[in-house]
């Protein structure tokens, strides 16, 4: 069966950096674009950062980029989501998901919650 695993999440004071990775199994992993998203409290999940079948293109929110980086590894079936400079915003549950057509993603986790403190 399809599954999204992420990990690495957890509390970071403001200014700090954390590394999230979600390994994907149960699917052709390369044929898939992968994305990561957010979502806080009170609030509608929301786009983070995208990276492309070979990882030749990533693309990211206006809010992360700079401060955040998208990468794939195609043959261990992981993406990975390496985060500077955070801020109290950037506190979420963060999803990781595969997409067979973006922006339409067919498979996600079950989160990692992020928590920056100020």
């Known amino acids: 069966q399809v599954q999204l695993v992420e990990s690495g999440g957890g509390l970071v004071q403001a200014g700090g950096s954390l590394r999230l990775s979600c390994a994907a199994s149960?699917?052709?992993?390369?044929?898939?674009?992968m994305g990561w998203f957010r979502q806080a409290p009170g609030k509608e999940r929301e786009f983070v950062a995208s990276i492309s079948r070979t990882g030749s293109t990533a693309q990211y929110a206006d809010s992360t980029k700079g401060r955040f980086t998208i990468s794939r590894d195609n043959a261990k079936n992981t993406v990975a989501l390496q985060m500077h400079s955070l801020k109290p915003d950037d506190t979420a549950v963060y999803y990781c998901?595969?997409?067979?057509?973006?922006?339409?993603?067919?498979?996600w986790g079950q989160g990692t919650q992020v928590t920056v403190s100020s």
């Open positions: 998901g595969a997409a067979a057509r973006a922006p339409e993603y067919d498979y």
């Open positions: 149960g699917f052709t992993f390369r044929w898939y674009v």
